[in-house]
């Protein structure tokens, strides 16, 4: 099926950067969405941002101006760049994929395993 691989999290101080990657792998055929998702314990998972197909992006408001979101179509590998962190931020963050496969053509939702972001103050 798909995997989806999440890596560049870690612990910042407040104002610092960190580059979020997440690279899929399998038997893709077509992706429609890819987008960045975070929890925050005790918080309900949120969107953070999201590439469509056409290249269009959508960020949530708290992170407009200083998260980016990118990707590499042909690496199939997405990435979130997070400027100026504050502490609010601190969260696990997913990245997600809708896409469809050689085995199943219908667009399905595909979840990595998280990677953990710190930022102290």
């Known amino acids: 099926q798909v995997q989806l691989v999440e890596s560049g999290g870690g612990l910042v101080q407040a104002g610092g950067s960190l580059r979020l990657s997440c690279a899929a792998s399998?038997?893709?055929?077509?992706?429609?969405?890819m987008g960045w998702f975070r929890q925050a314990p005790g918080k309900q998972r949120e969107l953070v941002a999201r590439?469509?197909?056409?290249?269009?992006?959508n960020y949530v408001d708290s992170v407009k101006d200083r998260f980016t979101i990118s990707r590499d179509s042909a690496k199939n590998t997405m990435y979130l760049q997070m400027n100026s962190l504050k502490p609010e931020d601190t969260a696990v963050y997913y990245c997600k994929l809708r896409a469809t496969t050689a085995t199943n053509w219908v667009f399905n939702d595909y979840w990595g395993q998280g990677t953990q972001v710190t930022v102290s103050s």
């Open positions: 590439i469509l197909g056409d290249e269009r992006t």
């Open positions: 399998g038997s893709i055929v077509s992706i429609n969405i």
